[in-house]
């Protein structure tokens, strides 16, 4: 099967903010940008969870007014892995999954057995030691743009927050009334960058899965959201949507429970990712023999990799030192609609229908609306 690669330094969710801020009149120095973007005194950047490139594609008739900007858009990538966590913190620094070090959905914290869920961050981890770098709203801000993050109340200061928006102001705004009338406050000021994120397009889907009545129902909604965004701003603010990644059904004769295949444990001392993106951390020595076992077991059903050889290809961009032991010692990349399961580590996954995490273009291609 043929993977879809990151466009790190082109079109990828690592590029947005960048080429926001050029667009702003305030280029972020050191940053290549390959997407042309409006000049505009302001911008607001949307981005809608789970909301695939080819998604938005084949169920258009849901979405009459966000199929009408793809003509004028463009078609971007989600990092290494397809996964929310990576996927805002690649948007708010601006960097590519190897720096910015949000791996994926769960991954072991460096000289442990243990693994932080990026996502809850469920275990006692600095979030400014663990992303150190300055996030691209910070810059931002400090470049005299008024930045401001407009998300569910939950989210204030949670790690992924800390570690992913830090520098912009944070406004609550738990329903779509209060987000929008947030997002035209905060964009009357000039220049100014005003992000807003909505999750519930990828919760349905996870639950439900994508083409449910229900998963149908609430792409029609958060279309409305954004035709009401867009009539509410000044013409002269941009309006961007994006998405952080696809999703794929995977049902349940396509899963396979690592937990009762012989084998499949032998070697792995910690199993972390997700279904669709597994990171295997090994046992001393047993890098080979695990490579060989899984891909053996899983046949062209997925691509399984070392992690030197996952990086070789690009999958994280270019990787600091400190983020390596983070990254499994094997990569397992899902094909098709498999997911790989783990009764035992994650038992809630085998209750989604909708997963992601893979380089399957249905996960990787996002879009990348100008309205």
Not at 334 to 358: I, K, N, P, Q
Request: proline share 5%.
């Amino acid at each position: 099967m043929t993977l879809t690669p990151p466009a790190y330094g082109d079109r990828s969710l690592a590029d947005v903010i960048p080429s926001v801020a050029r667009a702003l009149g305030a280029d972020l120095e050191g940053h290549p940008v390959g997407l042309e973007l409006p000049t505009a005194p302001s911008y607001v950047v949307f981005l809608v969870d789970g909301l695939g490139a080819e998604l938005l594609e084949r169920y258009s008739h849901s979405a009459p007014y966000l199929a009408s900007l793809v003509a004028g858009g463009a078609t971007g990538t989600a990092g290494v892995p397809s996964t929310t966590a990576t996927s805002l913190t690649s948007l708010g620094t601006g960097l590519a999954p190897g720096a910015h070090g949000l791996v994926g959905f769960t991954a072991r914290i460096p000289g442990t057995d243990q693994l932080l869920n990026h996502l809850s961050w469920d275990r006692p981890v600095d979030p400014l030691d663990w992303q150190p770098h300055p996030t691209a709203f910070s810059r931002l801000a400090r470049a005299g743009v008024h930045v401001t993050s407009v998300n569910k109340r939950d989210f204030a200061g949670s790690g992924l927050t800390v570690a992913s928006q830090r520098g912009a102001t944070y406004v609550g705004a738990d329903r779509v009334g209060e987000r929008i009338a947030a997002t035209v406050s905060a964009s009357a000021h000039h220049p100014s960058l005003t992000y807003v994120y909505d999750s519930d397009l990828d919760w349905t889907g996870h639950k439900f899965g994508v083409a449910s009545t229900q998963w149908l129902q609430q792409l029609a909604m958060v279309d409305a959201e954004a035709e009401q965004m867009r009539e509410a701003l000044p013409a002269s603010t941009r309006l961007l949507v994006v998405a952080d990644h696809g999703m794929v059904d995977s049902p349940r004769e396509a899963r396979i429970d690592v937990d009762e295949v012989d084998g499949m444990r032998d070697g792995v001392s910690l199993l972390g990712g997700e279904a669709r993106f597994r990171h295997l951390y090994c046992a001393s020595g047993a890098v080979d023999d695990v490579v060989a076992t899984w891909g053996e077991v899983l046949g062209d059903r997925a691509t399984v990799l070392t992690r030197e050889a996952a990086i070789g290809r690009g999958w994280f961009g270019a990787v600091d030192h400190g983020v390596l032991p983070r990254l499994g010692d094997v990569m397992v990349a899902c094909h098709d609609d498999l997911g790989v399961m783990s009764s035992r580590d994650f038992a809630y996954e085998d209750t989604l229908v909708g997963l992601h995490g893979s380089l399957t273009s249905t996960e990787m291609l996002i879009p990348i609306l100008v309205g």
